[in-house]
């Protein structure tokens, strides 16, 4: 154990240092992975707030704790928090532990506000000088399945929500080509200038992908920029067996991709892919801050990215891909994404199997998603607050298991649907005995409602 004494007081002290690091390092081994794969563990140690903030002592003094102290504050920190890596965390698109990961400041978010300020930029440069002042009214173009930074993004780049039009999905949530081309003459009968559309593949609900092809088709007819949100299902792309999914992809001028959610790399591991060749990131982004980038260096500058992004300092995002792929290798990773699409169906057709799970739809990606009809409401699907009821009951069944901790699954409402869960089944750790466990844990929870 380190020596007790402030943690100030080790700066000149590096044996004093390492051993505090040995200490944490420990903390982590023990509370994180360990404890944190151990099916015997709960996902999490649920309290209230209040009871947070006595516990971690959120208040800061000026006078430094003892090293002794940081040690207990960093444990407690660590069982308090989420275990993404345990087999019942399946909440969001992203999880896990592995034994190579790492952190980074970038996210999916930024990839797609990148994208649409790059097409912004393309077709009217002066806008980097003179502003909004240099731009007419302009409009971009995504489903109404986009994930919501598309939005946030034309809201922080000064286009306004309004810029953005929103195209009609099929009832699988794919994009519907025809209704693109007219709201694209609609926005141009209303006076606005269409630059860019933004498709997706791998909706976060449903996990939808949108017929690329055809859209291609559209923004070529158009001039017009074709953005590919590949967040969630850009991975896809390592499968020989799935990858068709994302045909048409190759016709995109950019493309954002997360390896951290289905391939499971360190949270956040984010690229945005450019076909561009012409360095229109350094043009769009670049400041040439001479006491950063002086371009008489020793070495080809050309190796300095930093003044092509928004960040200055950070971290080497792509090291925690690039270890990652060279521990797996392409055909570890290709195995990665297919047994996640395996998991999926099993889980679909043990769901069929069960009374009282109802699915939402055939899922064509990793979302199943699917509602949990409780003993009080089978058979009842004609009476006229069937649909309020059945809303209720994912809300119950997440506090239930979240004070348990027994598993974490994330619900949502979607469109005129009420809530239902949706499990995201892309945990490479995750074994059919964990889809029994779900549907297993479910009915328990649910047996008197």
Same mark, same amino acid.
């Given at each position: 154990m380190a020596d007790s !004494?402030?943690?100030?007081?080790? /700066?000149g002290d590096p044996m004093a240092a390492e051993a505090l690091l040995r200490d944490v390092f420990g903390i982590v081994v023990d509370e994180v992975i360990r404890k944190g794969t151990s099916a015997s563990e709960k996902v999490c140690e649920w309290k209230e707030p209040e009871e947070l903030k006595q516990l971690l002592d959120l208040e800061l003094r000026s006078q430094g704790e003892a090293s002794e102290q940081i040690l207990a504050r960093c444990r407690e920190v660590t069982r308090t928090s989420s275990t993404s890596s345990s087999q019942g965390w399946i909440p969001m698109l992203w999880r896990g532990a592995s034994s190579l990961r790492a952190s980074t400041p970038a996210s999916g978010s930024i990839s797609n506000m990148y994208a649409v300020n790059l097409a912004r930029y393309q077709r009217y440069p002066d806008c980097k000088q003179r502003g909004l002042r240099a731009l007419p009214p302009l409009a971009l173009f995504t489903s109404k399945e986009? +994930?919501?930074s598309i939005k946030k993004g034309a809201a922080f780049l000064g286009l306004g929500t309004n810029? =953005?039009? $929103? $195209?009609?999905? /099929?009832?699988?949530g794919k994009m519907v080509p025809e209704d693109l081309e007219r709201q694209i003459s609609l926005a141009e009968a209303e006076g606005a200038v269409p630059f860019l559309v933004s498709a997706t593949s791998g909706t976060t609900v449903l996990g939808a992908f949108d017929p690329l092809e055809a859209i291609a088709d559209v923004c070529q007819r158009h001039g017009l920029w074709l953005h590919v949100d590949a967040a969630w299902?850009?991975? *896809? #792309? %390592?499968?020989?067996?799935h990858r068709h999914l994302l045909d048409g992809i190759q016709r995109a001028d950019s493309v954002a991709w @997360?390896? +951290? !959610? #289905?391939?499971?790399?360190?949270?956040?591991?984010?690229?945005? %892919?450019?076909? /561009?060749?012409? @360095?229109?990131?350094?043009r769009c982004h670049g400041s040439q801050a001479s006491y950063l980038f002086q371009q008489d260096k020793f070495y080809d500058v050309a190796l300095d990215t930093g003044d092509k992004v928004v960040q200055c300092g950070r971290r080497v995002d792509c090291l !925690?891909?690039?270890?990652?792929?060279k521990a797996q290798g392409g055909q570890g990773l290709e195995r990665r994404v297919d047994q996640a699409f395996a998991l999926a169906w099993y889980l679909v057709e043990e769901l069929k199997k069960r009374e009282g799970f109802e699915l939402v739809m055939e899922p064509e990606f990793v979302n199943v998603c699917?509602?949990?009809v409780p003993p009080s409401l089978r058979g009842k699907q004609e009476s006229p607050d069937y649909s309020e009821r059945l809303a209720k009951v994912a809300p119950v069944l997440k506090e239930r298991m979240v004070k348990e901790g027994s598993m974490m699954i994330g619900y949502q409402p979607h469109g005129t649907r009420g809530n239902f869960?949706?499990? *995201? =089944?892309a945990n490479p750790a995750l074994t059919q005995a964990d889809m029994d466990f779900l549907l297993n844990e479910l009915e328990r929870l649910g047996q008197d409602l």
């Open positions: !004494k402030p943690l100030f007081s080790l /700066d986009c +994930h919501y810029s =953005v039009r $929103v $195209v009609k999905t /099929d009832e699988r299902g850009g991975s *896809v #792309l %390592l499968s020989q067996t @997360n390896p +951290h !959610k #289905l391939l499971t790399a360190g949270l956040q591991c984010s690229a945005l %892919l450019l076909r /561009d060749t012409s @360095n229109l990131l350094r !925690k891909l690039w270890l990652m792929w699917f509602w949990f869960f949706r499990m *995201v =089944v």
